[in-house]
């Protein structure tokens, strides 16, 4: 006989209706009441079974994106271009796309119960995983599928597409100090994030092996937004012996580092080194061009959503885990002289 709510119940001495309510994504269950009961289910193997034959049932021919977004506007270039390459591949196989924004966290997460246990979507797209996921441990536990555009610190088996951000951020900062830039520094994105360590450590390990001091001082994070690049670029200007080379985690900070750089009346490039990570279209037409990691959004969007299809479909994936290899574009806010 499988794990039952009451098994659960006992485990963590709660009662079977506050375990069910938590299991079924109620809002009068504490966050940490949720977060333990979820836990200890996960341990013990519990699986609705029930639920999931019941949903795939009821199919609805809808996928649910979720997008983690901070504040009332949808600005960010990077969710533009990933959602898309999502839509129009939906489109293409027949597919309804569910899309809504959130905070990330607990209101995130309430959003991915709601439209699961309500039968509102078949399956679901993530994006930007943290190093400990608990949408995906959620997922897993309740057999709702999905495909992730990114991994987890975590080793587990689902499926997704990621890019090598190490040895994209690697490849760039060789480039730098191939250019004569020493004193580097990076702006990296929040480091709750998977892509944020990895791209932390290929800056670490270029300037390892180039015998460059890997100064504390000149590692900051930020916020992935122009605003917080600017800012942390202003702090990093701000320091007795400034860098000379700026190394943003993603474009927009690194536009934001640009906009702090031409208002001490630097210039870019000659002066001092401005990079980013995404190659967003907005990022060949800054003043200077920005030098970027390039990364497929738009075509990881098609693929991460045609792989989540052919899950729905019962097809088998040709490769159900796929870490690309990313390219560097080298453009003038990296050079000292123009090109």
Known sequence: M????????????????????????????SPETRHRILQVAAE?????????????????????????TFGPRFADP??????????????????????????????????????????RVDGFLLVRL??????????????????????????????Y????????????????????????AFIAPPREFTFSRSRERGVRRALAEAGLPLREDYFREGALTEESGYREAQALLALPEPPIAIMAGNDLMAIGAMRAVRERGLQIGPDIAITGFDDIPLAQHTIPPLTTVHQPIYQIGKRVTQMLIDLLQGNPLVERQVLLEPSVKVRASSLRRAP
């Open 78 to 119: 990077f969710f533009s271009e990933f959602l898309a390459g999502v839509g129009n591949m939906a489109a293409e196989r027949g597919y309804d796309l569910l899309v809504s924004t959130r905070a990330p966290g607990e209101e995130e997460e309430t959003a991915y119960r709601r439209f699961a246990l309500g039968h």
């Open 161 to 184: 597409v990621d890019v090598d951000g190490e040895q994209g951020v690697y490849r760039l900062a060789r480039h730098l100090i191939t250019e004569g830039y020493r004193r580097i």
């Open 2 to 29: 499988g794990v039952t709510l009451k098994d659960i119940a006992r485990r963590v001495g709660r009662s079977v209706t506050t375990v069910s309510r938590a299991l079924n994504g109620y809002n009068d269950v």
């Open 130 to 159: 943290r190093c400990q996921d608990p949408r995906v441990a959620w997922l897993q536990t309740w057999e709702v599928p999905f495909v992730a555009f990114g991994r987890t610190e975590e080793p587990s088996d689902f499926p």
């Open 44 to 68: 013990m193997g519990y699986t609705p079974h029930a639920w999931a034959q019941r949903l795939q049932k009821q199919r609805t021919d809808t996928l649910g994106l979720v997008l983690p």
